[in-house]
């Protein structure tokens, strides 16, 4: 099964400090692109960063970034500095070209920011 | 300002009923798809189309119907077939079905059982 697994439904981190969420996934493909997307209480899926499985270097986006790990096919996401307007659900996804060209999403994990 | 219109924000449905939520964008994107999101779990895909007149079942297109007879336009129905509509859906599009395009998402509709 082509499945993303975020293990951590809830995690809270104090404002200013780092927090790492995490995700695995799996798949049989070698080249695919993954991403993190962020939903506040609006409900809207905010795009927070992407990362393409052939490019080793890590995405970064402003206090966003990942550390991926192929061989592992681990996707965590670091946010530095953490702000109140970070909490939100936290989604983990991957782009599979098998069959439906699709996201396949993670669970979410809850982030909480403690002022 | 471009972007992706859902409506309405909140529906009920009355057993044995058909409803059909609006999904409507300005951002000229040939893709356009429809997620199903249940508490606690992630989104999971109902319908897209990668252009005018042509749509594909994602995972759980039963119970449900689309159409795409307009480019800014994709309407979901949730036909009486659908035992179990209450949740939350999510329209969104990208220029195009590649990964490297990404979604935009409209702001959602929730629909309940009356």
């Known amino acids: 099964a082509q499945t993303v697994t975020q293990s951590q439904p809830e995690m809270s981190v104090q404002e200013a400090e780092t927090v790492t969420l995490s995700c695995t996934y799996d798949?049989?493909?070698?080249?695919?692109?993954l991403f993190w997307y962020k939903q506040p209480p609006s409900r809207q899926m905010i795009l927070v960063i992407r990362q393409e499985a052939y490019k080793q270097q890590n995405a970064t986006e402003n206090r966003f970034s990942v550390n991926f790990q192929k061989a592992a096919k681990s996707f965590s996401l670091k946010i530095s500095d953490s702000q109140l307007g970070d909490a939100a659900m936290y989604f983990c996804a991957r782009f599979t070209y098998q069959g439906a060209q699709k996201l396949v999403f993670g669970q979410g994990t809850r982030l909480t920011i403690n002022p | 300002d471009g972007g992706i219109t859902q409506s309405p924000k909140y529906l009920f449905r009355k057993e044995g009923q058909n409803v059909t939520l609006s999904c409507e964008q300005n951002?000229?994107?040939?893709?356009m798809y429809w997620y199903r999101q249940d508490p606690g779990q992630g989104l999971r895909l109902i319908y897209y189309?990668?252009?005018?007149?042509?749509?594909q079942k994602g995972d759980i297109a039963e119970g449900y119907s689309v159409s795409r007879e307009k480019k800014e336009s994709f309407p979901l129905t949730v036909t009486s077939a659908q035992k179990n509509p209450t949740a939350f859906y999510l329209c969104?599009?990208?220029?195009?079905?590649?990964?490297?395009?990404?979604?935009?998402f409209g702001d959602g509709t929730r629909l309940s059982i009356l």
């Open positions: 951002l000229n994107h040939d893709a």
């Open positions: 798949t049989s493909e070698s080249d695919y692109y």
């Open positions: 969104a599009s990208s220029i195009n079905t590649t990964p490297a395009k990404p979604q935009h």
């Open positions: 189309s990668q252009i005018v007149n042509d749509f």
